[in-house]
């Protein structure tokens, strides 16, 4: 049984109070969900926002680090201050790190490594752009980015990883896949885990969507069978927005 995970994803926006005051307004309406509710958000929030969620089921998640524990990495944050903060999650490979930011497939994979070593969950994105789908090669993509993400991951700890599937075409563009093809891709995700690490721990790890995703057309993603969560940018801002998400 896969408990589903809605995670929010504040790229980088809000101040200390903003991020107070948001999770002062969904606190209560959330409470009574059986999602597990994640907010990833920058670094300077996260301090605060652990004293916020304190006695609350929202937990907290990063949007990057360093591999490395410590050291000369000017602008870095390590797994080691991440977990000394209490940080749940971590976000791992987002689009917008690979594509602004140099993330490759190998940087990822350290990652993944750092994280789990810290006890820290990762949150691996992967996807395709819009003239790899149009092309016919989003398959052959994602499944590369999702083998080279777990290279070296035992079997003993991959269920402790979150995949994220988001086709870059769907996030902030207000384009959703739709569900049936957001399912199908993270049907192909679970077969690669299957090739990688067998038929049980494949029905155990979670895949979620990501891309466009808002209050309107959470259920209809929920609903889909091999889909255990979302990954929510913009519409992850506003408190409504966000409480009906987790509430689908
Ligand atoms: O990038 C995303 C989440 O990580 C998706 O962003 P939007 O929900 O704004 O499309």
Same mark, same amino acid.
């Given at each position: 049984m896969?408990?589903?995970?809605i /995670?929010? %994803?504040?790229?980088? +926006?809000?101040?200390?109070?903003?991020?107070?005051?948001?999770?002062? *307004?969904?606190?209560?309406? @959330?409470?009574?969900?059986?999602?597990?509710? @994640?907010?990833?958000?920058?670094?300077?929030?996260?301090?605060?926002?652990?004293?916020?969620?304190?006695?609350?089921?929202?937990?907290?998640?990063?949007?990057?680090?360093?591999? *490395?524990? $410590?050291?000369?990495?000017?602008?870095?944050?390590?797994?080691?201050?991440?977990?000394?903060?209490?940080?749940?999650?971590?976000?791992? #490979? +987002?689009?917008?790190?690979?594509?602004?930011?140099?993330?490759?497939?190998?940087?990822? %994979?350290?990652?993944v +490594?750092?994280?789990?070593?810290h006890?820290?969950?990762?949150?691996?994105c992967?996807?395709e752009?819009?003239?790899?789908?149009?092309? #016919?090669?989003?398959?052959?993509?994602?499944?590369? $980015?999702?083998r080279? /993400?777990l /290279?070296?991951?035992?079997? =003993?700890e991959?269920? $402790?990883?979150?995949?994220?599937? *988001?086709?870059?075409?769907?996030?902030?563009? #207000?384009?959703? =896949?739709?569900?049936?093809?957001? %399912?199908?891709?993270?049907?192909?995700?679970?077969?690669?885990?299957?090739?990688?690490? !067998?038929?049980?721990?494949?029905?155990?790890?979670?895949?979620?969507?990501? !891309?466009?995703?808002?209050?309107?057309?959470?259920?209809?993603?929920?609903?889909?069978?091999?889909?255990?969560?979302?990954?929510?940018?913009?519409?992850?801002?506003?408190?409504?927005?966000?409480?009906?998400?987790?509430?689908?």
């Amino acid at each position: 049984m896969r408990i589903p995970i809605i /995670a929010g %994803n504040w790229k980088m +926006h809000k101040t200390i109070d903003e991020a107070v005051q948001f999770v002062k *307004e969904i606190k209560d309406e @959330v409470k009574g969900t059986d999602v597990e509710v @994640v907010i990833c958000a920058p670094f300077t929030l996260l301090l605060p926002l652990k004293e916020a969620v304190k006695d609350t089921n929202i937990k907290l998640g990063a949007q990057n680090m360093h591999w *490395e524990e $410590q050291g000369a990495f000017t602008g870095e944050i390590s797994p080691v201050m991440l977990k000394d903060i209490g940080v749940d999650y971590c976000i791992i #490979g +987002h689009s917008e790190r690979r594509q602004y930011f140099h993330e490759t497939d190998e940087t990822v %994979n350290k990652k993944v +490594h750092a994280a789990l070593k810290h006890n820290i969950k990762p949150i691996v994105c992967v996807g395709e752009t819009l003239e790899e789908r149009e092309q #016919g090669k989003t398959e052959e993509i994602v499944k590369n $980015q999702i083998r080279k /993400a777990l /290279a070296g991951v035992p079997g =003993a700890e991959v269920t $402790q990883i979150v995949i994220a599937y *988001e086709p870059i075409w769907a996030i902030g563009t #207000g384009k959703t =896949a739709t569900p049936e093809q957001a %399912n199908e891709v993270i049907y192909q995700i679970r077969e690669t885990i299957k090739e990688l690490y !067998g038929e049980d721990l494949c029905t155990e790890i979670r895949i979620q969507y990501g !891309g466009s995703v808002k209050g309107s057309n959470a259920e209809e993603i929920m609903n889909q069978e091999d889909i255990d969560g979302a990954l929510v940018g913009g519409a992850s801002l506003k408190a409504d927005e966000f409480v009906q998400i987790v509430n689908f």
